[in-house]
């Protein structure tokens, strides 16, 4: 009951959410041969580093050449800005919504734990917001052959996983957020300040190994897609701890929820 009610809330976004990333999509692989051209003067006035080394392995001739444009197109930018706006989107009302329309104390009333409330709240929007990330990625695949370019399903499927646990970790601290804050204003203005500081340390080269970023940028899925990393080292070396994080904030909101004045 409480899953479905959540489900009607946020499908109208899901189904945005999806289109946008595809609408992201169809484009840059249709651009492919031409961008591939212009990828080395891109990479010539671009002012960090690491940027320069993304447009210059593009622009290599390489086979991996193109694993490398699709890595920056679905996963660095795509999931990146559209996953992230949309897991903060849906995270900001799953209880601050509540609070705001006077419904969390008929919603508590009912015949469940509230464990049980913030699970199925909670497993709704991960799903809403994973699934996504799997189908258009996925299509990646048929469309790159009209530009006849070829992607590895296990590779993209590797990339997706690892996407949806940083994705998924955004809305487990959307949600411990929601808890605490009153207003969904307020959930949106603390989670997006937290967001454009990790994005502002990403672009400051002296410092930017200590941003979340790192975790889900070009150095990541150019490998995974190039066919150069293994399963289990991008599993347990990097998805894993997502998921953990994941699950510490959920555990985390679950713990302030069960105390949460209405």
Request: charged residues 15%; neutral net charge; proline residues 3%.
């Amino acid at each position: 009951m409480i899953a479905a009610k959540t489900w009607r809330e946020i499908r109208v976004m899901v189904f945005a959410y999806t289109l946008i990333l595809e609408v992201m999509l169809i484009p840059a692989i249709w651009l492919w041969p031409t961008l591939r051209n212009e990828a080395m003067t891109i990479a010539r006035i671009m002012p960090a580093d690491f940027l320069k080394r993304m447009f210059e392995q593009i622009s290599s001739g390489s086979e991996a050449a193109y694993s490398a444009y699709m890595a920056v197109q679905m996963f660095f930018k795509g999931t990146n800005i559209v996953g992230i706006a949309c897991a903060v989107l849906i995270g900001t009302g799953l209880v601050a919504r509540e609070r705001e329309n006077q419904t969390l104390e008929f919603l508590l009333s009912r015949p469940v734990s509230r464990a049980h409330v913030l699970w199925s709240k909670f497993w709704v929007s991960a799903v809403a917001v994973v699934v996504p990330i799997f189908l258009t990625s996925w299509t990646a695949i048929p469309l790159s052959w009209l530009v006849e370019e070829d992607l590895s399903f296990a590779a993209v499927t590797l990339a997706a996983i690892h996407a949806s646990a940083f994705v998924l970790a955004f809305v487990a601290f959307t949600l411990l957020v929601s808890v605490l804050m009153k207003t969904q204003v307020h959930v949106a203005f603390a989670v997006g300040a937290a967001i454009v500081v990790e994005v502002a340390i990403y672009f400051v080269q002296e410092i930017r190994t200590v941003s979340l970023f790192r975790l889900s940028d070009f150095d990541v899925y150019g490998p995974i897609l190039a066919g150069n990393a293994s399963y289990g080292g991008v599993l347990l070396g990097r998805t894993l701890w997502l998921a953990i994080a994941a699950g510490a904030f959920f555990l985390a909101s679950l713990a302030l929820f069960r105390k949460a004045d209405l």
